[in-house]
């Protein structure tokens, strides 16, 4: 059986620092803040192991979002865990990465657009619950789309939990706890990558035959991009092209990957007008998404500079003479919400839980090397 603590070891000299704390304002204590929350968690993790009786905990880690959309994948994606054999006797619960999102969403940030305040806390207060209730098992499973800058936190907490950081939990326990990791989307090159060009294509291939379908992922700024994991999105746009040369991938942050450079590849190509869809490449719908992408108007759009990096997605092809609607070109989906990706995720945490080494994984995680 493969225990996690080697892999974190291997994995500790690209790490970075994890947040132990969701940030406070000003005006908080953060000790009765941390004390606050942990209770909080406690409290949800030992009545639904008394309910279930189970021994087992799944902990899906997102980076966060506010918008009630969101919220819905996140809950979609729980139930389908749940009902889902594979993970038969396992208690499933859901995290947020994000301090800044988790305040928001508690703080209600999205409640005019008829989102819900909802609490989700960091993965320390999860792991060091289900410690004190003394679960044999625990696997955390990434909801990332690359093993990028997110991934590495996700990493720490659970590096931090084992190495019992506070000095609070039976150190007995956890030389006996088994503890898995699930893997983000796009880990494997060879699996990972076709096996979600597919799955798109099942649901966007009709529109790619009519015109250009756009995934607009996050990507990582060079000095964040751990094991320079960028070189997926390439990869995928590479094996969606051979599906059909309608498809594009491009991001928010990954340098010469850029709305630009996306348009810079379909203008070589000789895609230079008609129809354009824009689909977000990340788990939930979130900010991004209707901003950076979907944003529609005056407010995302400087006529003075049409690079600039604040022109959305569907004004800055727009103005290029593309043809989107802002009611059929925008196709506002997170990949938890297709089924088809969504089971990619899934699939990751079954190889987790049959102990598929992820030493395999290694050199994918430096495709470069």
Not at 132 to 138: G, Q, R, S
Request: overall charge negative.
């Amino acid at each position: 059986m493969m225990k996690i603590k080697s892999l974190l070891i291997a994995m500790a000299a690209v790490a970075a620092t994890a947040f132990t704390l969701s940030s406070c304002s000003s005006d908080d204590d953060p000790v009765n803040n941390y004390t606050q929350y942990q209770n909080a968690v406690d409290q949800e993790v030992s009545a639904q192991k008394q309910k279930s009786g189970n021994k087992k905990a799944i902990l899906l880690v997102a980076f966060g979002s506010t918008w009630q959309q969101a919220f819905d994948a996140f809950d979609t994606t729980k139930a389908a865990y749940e009902a889902d054999s594979r993970f038969k006797g396992y208690d499933v619960f859901v995290s947020y990465s994000s301090a800044i999102c988790i305040n928001r969403a508690a703080a209600g940030e999205h409640v005019a657009d008829g989102a819900q305040v909802r609490n989700y806390y960091a993965p320390n207060f999860w792991l060091h619950a289900f410690g004190a209730a003394k679960y044999d098992e625990i696997l955390v499973q990434s909801l990332q789309v690359i093993p990028g800058e997110e991934f590495t936190r996700v990493i720490n907490y659970m590096k931090d939990f084992a190495n019992n950081s506070l000095r609070d939990l039976d150190d007995e326990y956890l030389s006996k706890v088994t503890l898995r990791l699930g893997a983000p989307l796009l880990t494997d090159v060879d699996k990972d990558v076709p096996a979600v060009a597919k799955a798109l294509d099942a649901v966007y291939g009709s529109k790619a035959k009519n015109g250009v379908v756009a995934f607009m992922g996050h990507g990582n700024p060079n000095d964040y991009d751990t094991y320079s994991a960028n070189v997926r999105y390439t990869q995928l746009e590479e094996a969606l092209q051979e599906i059909n040369p309608n498809y594009y991938v491009g991001t928010v942050d990954m340098p010469d990957n850029y709305k630009q450079n996306v348009g810079e590849r379909m203008e070589l190509n000789g895609i230079k007008s008609g129809k354009m869809y824009l689909h977000p490449l990340m788990s939930i719908a979130g900010d991004h998404a209707h901003n950076d992408m979907g944003g529609v108007g005056e407010e995302y759009w400087d006529p003075m500079d049409p690079e600039s990096e604040d022109n959305s997605w569907f004004e800055y092809f727009s103005n290029k003479g593309y043809e989107l609607n802002e009611n059929e070109s925008i196709l506002m989906f997170g990949l938890l919400e297709v089924a088809g990706v969504r089971k990619i995720w899934m699939d990751h945490t079954a190889n987790a839980i049959a102990d598929e080494a992820l030493d395999e994984y290694y050199h994918s995680m430096f495709p470069e090397e």
